[in-house]
Nanobody
């Protein structure tokens, strides 16, 4: 298990931007596939994006179709954080966003063994 801490959620108008950050105190994010999921009220938790360091300055990342071109996931190995930059936000992006750690990038919650507490993102129209 990895302790994960999210930050950066909040309220933003449609078309605006937010940046979420996930920290893993005491662990190295380079050892894991790091993902972001979201859960809207009354709905299942769904995949948003994930990233895995593959050595040197190379990373592999994957995105849900609904966020491609708007969201960018990045990893800072020196700071031991994984960020999710969210641009062109729409009301449908409103959800609790969760950071997760696993061993491979898969777009399914079952592939991740550790979860943060979540951070609320609300996009107003």
């Amino acid at each position: 298990q990895v302790h994960l801490e999210e930050s950066g959620g909040g309220l933003v108008q449609a078309g605006g931007s937010l940046r979420l950050s996930c920290a893993a105190p005491g662990r190295s994010v380079t050892n894991y596939a790091m993902g972001w999921f979201r859960q809207a009220p009354g709905k299942e938790r769904v995949f948003v994006a994930a990233i895995r360091w593959t050595g040197g300055r190379t990373y592999y990342a994957d995105y849900a179709d609904s966020v491609k071109g708007r969201f960018t996931i990045s990893q800072d190995n020196a700071k031991n954080t994984v960020d999710l930059q969210m641009n062109s936000l729409i009301p449908e992006d409103t959800a609790v966003y969760y950071c997760a750690a696993g061993y491979t990038i898969v777009p399914d919650t079952a592939g991740y063994h550790s979860w943060g507490q979540g951070t609320q993102v609300t996009v107003s129209s």
